[in-house]
């Protein structure tokens, strides 16, 4: 009878460990999904295009495109040049699914850029870097 008690008393401890472990996951905030809008950043497409042309790269006639492409696309922000347009996107999610539409694009969060096809590859390697710099 005295095994049975330990085994009963076992039983129970087991369970009241495995209760409370539960219990206190509760209480921490799940991690944000891809898109649940959460701000990854506090980058704009503007501050990404200034961070290209401050690493000494080509960026001429910067304008915002916002009204003419983010309608259609979904996209926060726009701002084309003659050598990239910078996308910003609500969220991870939304940007990765407009950059496998693309045949050609760089994808870092929640943007997209899209190089003119003028951009030779090996200097799209310098605008990824100036890039990843500007959004991290």
Do not use: W
Not at 57 to 71: E, F, G, I, K
Not at 87 to 108: C, W
Not at 123 to 133: C, D, E, K, L, P
């Amino acid at each position: 009878m005295v095994l049975t008690h330990r085994m009963l008393a076992g039983a129970i401890l087991a369970v009241g460990l495995t209760l409370t472990g539960c219990s206190s996951d509760g209480d921490r905030p799940a991690p944000p999904a891809a898109d649940s809008g959460a701000a990854l950043n506090s980058a704009t497409a503007q501050s990404v295009v200034d961070a290209i042309v401050a690493a000494d790269l080509a960026a001429p006639n910067a304008h915002d495109d916002t009204a003419q492409r983010c309608p259609k696309i979904g996209c926060l922000q726009a701002v084309t040049t003659d050598t990239v347009t910078v996308l910003k996107f609500p969220s991870t999610g939304t940007a990765l699914r407009h950059l496998g539409q693309l045949p050609d694009g760089y994808g870092i969060e929640d943007f997209v850029v899209v190089f003119d096809p003028a951009v030779p590859a090996e200097q799209r390697t310098r605008y990824q870097r100036a890039i990843s710099g500007a959004v991290r």
